[in-house]
């Protein structure tokens, strides 16, 4: 009878176990779930403890979008109209809406000259202006200079002024945010058809990748900067315009990058796998192969976009790039060299270029130096 009650016993322990096993997968499910799907890999997070270890990379990161964020709102920090005018119970904001002189009791119906010693005193006898920290735009120019522009660094102009009595300082703030924005515009767009072309060329190979790689051969033994200067002389300059005539040079750059890692990469097994199980060409380059490609292509993103703002600079200079009157680092060199007794101009317009420039090379060395395997599998 004993023997009996001991079989049932262990019977029922055996579907007990199961059963408790059973629940506490199904208790521990929904905390599993709950976790975030969208944590990093360990190879991304030993990659980003890389760069977050080399110090000057990574503070070189944040001074950089530090003073990228800070010239993203210029029109605060440098302009000639006040941010926030207080008048006669009714507020206004001169930086986004343009108001004429007889909205504040003026004669004119033309835009209101905060800077005009009537107007202003207009507006303080039922109110008060909120005025940016300079207060000067990139085109503003000073009337009041005690003597003949360029001209020296006064209370007013921290920085002097230029050959034509504009606010150094305004201008550097502007011309520093055109030429990151530029840069970086030019480095995505380049950036994104040299992916594209390089990763067809490499991923079908044969004629294609053999006639591509001929055409770009020819491409690039133009001489870039004379028909640069060409269709810059030929055509009315402009933002856009400039954009699209670098970009059809400088898409180059990453071509031979991708292609040498597609050609690399599409014979692994696990590509084999995806086209085995009926993947399209399109799903197996930019779903599978594409992500272990941009590890050596984003090594390349931070020099890509200094030479981009090199570029531009260097137009400037040279009188093909933006145009005139626009705020620019570059023009701002080129009346450096022309008024040598003007040191502030050219002194400032190098510190600056040298700054950004040499804050995105530190920038480009800790990405290299993180996505680099030896370290990173270390």
């Not at 120019?141 to 001209?151: E, F, I, K, W």
């Not at 007013?156 to 011309?175: F, H, K, M, P, S």
């Not at 060409?281 to 976009?305: E, G, K, Q, S, W």
Request: charged letters at 15%; one cysteine or more.
């Amino acid at each position: 009878m004993s023997c009996i009650i001991s079989l049932i016993q262990g019977s029922i322990l055996k579907v007990a176990v199961p059963n408790m096993d059973t629940a506490a997968t199904h208790n521990q499910a929904p905390s599993d779930s709950s976790k975030p799907s969208s944590r990093l890999s360990p190879i991304n997070a030993r990659r980003l403890h890389n760069f977050c270890t080399n110090r000057r990379g990574f503070w070189s990161l944040w001074i950089f979008l530090v003073m990228f964020v800070i010239s993203l709102f210029a029109e605060f920090i440098a302009n000639d109209k006040p941010f926030f005018v207080w008048y006669d119970g009714g507020a206004y904001m001169p930086i986004f809406t343009a108001y004429p002189e007889t909205e504040f009791g003026g004669e004119f119906l033309t835009e209101a000259d905060y800077r005009d010693p009537f107007v202003s005193d207009l507006i303080n006898e039922k109110g008060w202006m909120a005025w940016p920290i300079v207060r000067f735009s990139y085109d503003t120019v000073n009337l009041n200079l005690a003597g003949p522009a360029p001209y020296g660094l006064t209370s007013e102009n921290w920085l002097g002024t230029d050959d034509q009595g504009r606010d150094v300082l305004a201008r550097t703030i502007y011309g520093f945010r055109i030429s990151v924005i530029f840069g970086l515009m030019l480095t995505v767009l380049s950036s994104i058809i040299g992916i594209a072309i390089g990763a067809i060329q490499g991923y079908f190979g044969g004629w294609i990748d053999l006639i591509g790689q001929r055409l770009i051969e020819i491409w690039q033994s133009m001489p870039q900067l004379y028909l640069l200067i060409i269709l810059a002389s030929v055509f009315v300059p402009s933002f856009w315009l400039l954009l699209g005539l670098l970009l059809l040079f400088q898409w180059v750059n990453l071509v031979g990058v991708v292609r040498a890692e597609f050609l690399r990469t599409r014979n692994f097994d696990y590509v084999r796998a995806a086209r085995a199980l009926g993947a399209s060409d399109f799903v197996i380059m930019f779903r599978h192969i594409l992500p272990n490609a941009m590890v050596a292509t984003l090594t390349f993103v931070p020099f890509i976009l200094a030479g981009s703002v090199t570029i531009l600079t260097s137009l400037d200079f040279l009188g093909f790039g933006l145009p005139p009157g626009s705020p620019s680092l570059g023009e701002l060199l080129n009346q450096g060299k022309n008024n040598l007794h003007a040191p502030w101009l050219g002194i400032t317009a190098f510190l600056i270029l040298s700054v950004m420039l040499s804050l995105l090379v530190f920038i480009g060395e800790a990405v290299r130096d993180a996505f680099d395997p030896r370290k990173t599998f270390r």
